[in-house]
């Protein structure tokens, strides 16, 4: 038996603490997979198997959905040779934890056992409560549409968060007002109206126990404060609908105009505003879903310090997707009182860049600013691998840092560790 270690006793006592997940994207009402097409067809995998030669007529048909097995069967031989990528330990990790498979690499000759096994499971009475159960999952943190009723699902377990991507970018479509108007009962067309709705919006959440609002930020956005007099007009007008400008003259100051108005409820309603920044969307046309998008080296947060400087009332919780940027936001971190470092967003979480942004937040960020970990999971299935990845790491460096680095005694840095793993999150969104 090898000798257990240091850095496996820190891991231990992370392990032992409940998983409080705080940005997902599980439906609660449908919170776990029915077939293995649901964790399979996760972008995850999808997208590394377009990146590998797959046709897109083989995951995504113009004609319609794939049956699901047969989605699996067009996705295997191609997974079976990416056992090298940490996103496929992941699945295995699962299907070992939830299925009890016992094979290290699905191929063309097991899958199918596989298929029929986890279907079985999947249907079986208590799945979901054996899936919560055996992650040791407290709550999870969801991303609900403006327009979700939030209704039929216990909000103490899967707690609500306001998503207000289609609100900044979307106002000026038709479609987006309507559902603003059903959602509210408030026609929306100048600054008054806006106001009055995303005040309705607001109390409608935090009724309902939400405790942040959230948005993915492209990079060439820069939520200013101030608007020319042509928008200006428009706006005292009642034309938010007919704001001229096709990407690019004056459509983003009306975003950025209900970008700050949110920002004052959330200073109003005491909710943190999650910003996930820098995602460029539809780089790869002929990707799959969600497989189309990549970061832009070139965003910066200096197009975020105004709206630090204006809001100090406001928690702003952090997400990056360039390693670049991971340097930039420890250092806001470092002098902005309210801004938080959170998580390892998209293609920044595999161990090589989590461990690099890990390492330069313990050293320099305040331990109280941290928000470690998230899933950003579609099915409850993969929190228990995500976080157990994280966890690893998260071990190895408070170990190296403050055990073999700085003296520190193992419960001291388990401490630390669980601070930024759960505790920042439970205090901050007063989970």
Known sequence: MPTETAADRILSGLEAAPILDPHSHINPHAPTSETLADILGYHYYTELARSSGLAKEQIEPSAGPLDPKQLVANLVPTLERLDNTVQVSWFTELAQTFFGWEHECLTRDNWEALYDESAKQMAAPGYTDRVIKQTNLEKVFLTNDFDDPLDGFDTDFYVPCLRTDDLVFKLHTPEVRERLAKATGVEVGDADSLRAAIRKLFEHFTAKGAR?????????????????????????????????????ELRPELYSFVFRTLAEHCREFGLPFDLMIGVNRNVYPDGVHQGRDLYDSRCSLKQYADLFNAFPEVTFPVSVLAPTLNQELVS???????????????YSNIPAHIANDL??????????????????????????????????ILAKELFAEYCEGRGWGEERAVELGLKVLRGNSERLFRG
């Not at 050293?363 to 579609?378: C, F, H, L, N, R």
């Open 212 to 248: 942040a609002c959230a948005i993915s930020l492209p990079p060439w956005f820069e939520p200013s404060a101030g608007y020319d007099s042509t928008i200006a007009r428009h706006i005292a007008a009642g034309e938010l609908g007919h704001v001229p400008g096709e990407d690019g």
């Open 332 to 346: 806001y971190a470092w002098i902005f009182p309210n801004v938080v470092t959170s998580g390892h967003w998209w």
């Open 359 to 392: 390492r330069a937040r313990l050293q320099a960020v305040p331990g109280d600013k941290q928000i470690g970990y998230y899933s950003d999971a579609y099915k409850l299935e993969f929190v228990l691998p995500k976080f157990a990845m994280y966890r690893r």
